[in-house]
Structures are given as C-alpha cells and as structure tokens.
C-alpha cells in the first residue's frame, strides 16, 4: 500500500458524521504529519467566551495592544491547559516550527508577548490544546471516512469569521456542504 501525502501545512476538515462531537464541522490547521503522527490546531471552536486578552492577563501578560474581540480556539482535545500560536510567517520564535510557506506554530509565551506589544505576527489564532494521532492513525482515519484534505489556505483561519470556516474550506474544493451525506457510499 502506497503511502499517503503529508498533510503538513494543509486544511484537515471533518466529514459530516464523524462519530465524535468535538470533530463536528472542524477545521483543522495541520502543523505535524510525517511517519511519526500528526498534529493540529482546530481554528473554528471558541473556548467558550474566553479572550485572548483575558488568557493574557491569566499569564501575566499586558495585553497591550491585542484586539479586544480576539478569541481563544479550543485547538483539541489534547493537553488542553497547554497554549499554541498559529500564526503568518512574518514572524518567527526561537520554538517556531515554520509549517511550509503556510503558516508557523508556536507554544511559547514570547509569542503572546509580542502581539501584546504590536511586534508579533500579522496574523495570528491562539489556542489551547491541540488535535494529534499516532503513527498511521490519521491516515487510517481518512481511509474510512472522517476527514477531507483541502490547501492550506491561510485567509479561511485567519481573516474568515470562524463560524464561516468550515463551509468555506469546503467550498473552496467545490463542495456544496449541503450534499454531503454523513453515510459513505459504496461502489
């Protein structure tokens, strides 16, 4: 069986019916994918109505100059106390991981310091918690229906309001998300 393509730097959306609610309608930024596993950051689940603000001032961070309506994804179900920074590649920390030309992620608190003080990144999604599998697990997973790759478009996680994400992605392959079925077909 041959193997299948890295979906590092590349939008992972749920299939309608996935069998777990916490993957309904998600959009996954995908940071990590090679033989060992695979990470991501979902981008369109708020943590309830926490602010990145209210997460900074949490960490002793000023929050200086952060927008006031910047909100923080629940990024998985993953060491969920655990804060991730999806972000344009205009800037980069000593703990960045550059993914392709897409976007970078970083888990330092250097990262929050600088988009408080208006030097960090142009774009940027905080999170906390990430999504991550085992060796061959997600590509296990695509083979039986639960997932669709589409490019890592950067705008649709970082200009596009999140509760428009996951139908744009999909939209962007040309598929219309009301004709999808959440049972697979069978040839």
């Excluded at 959306?13 to 959009?27: K, T």
């Excluded at 929050?63 to 993953?78: E, F, L, Y």
């Excluded at 991981?97 to 310091?113: C, H, Q």
């Amino acid at each position: 069986m041959s193997q299948p393509p890295f979906l590092s730097g590349r939008l992972l959306l749920s299939m309608p019916g996935i069998g777990d609610p916490r993957f309904e309608r998600v959009v996954i930024a995908m940071c990590v994918h090679d033989e060992s596993g695979a990470l991501g950051i979902v981008t369109n689940n708020p943590v309830g109505d926490l602010s990145v603000r209210t997460l900074m001032t949490q960490l002793n961070v000023d929050p200086g100059v952060t927008p006031i309506d910047a909100m923080v994804m629940a990024g998985g179900p993953v060491e969920t106390t655990r804060g991730f920074v999806v972000h344009s590649t205009d800037w980069v920390g000593q703990s960045s991981i550059m993914v392709g030309t897409s976007w970078a992620l970083t888990s330092t608190i250097d990262v929050l310091r600088d988009i408080a003080a208006g030097k960090g990144p142009r774009q940027w999604l905080s999170a906390l918690g990430y999504t991550g599998w085992g060796p061959g697990q997600l590509d296990g997973e695509m083979r039986r229906h639960g997932w669709q790759a589409a490019p890592g478009d950067a705008d649709i996680i970082f200009e596009m309001p999140c509760g428009e994400r996951w139908s744009a992605a999909y939209d962007r392959l040309g598929i219309a998300v009301s004709r999808l079925s959440a049972e697979p077909g069978r040839a």
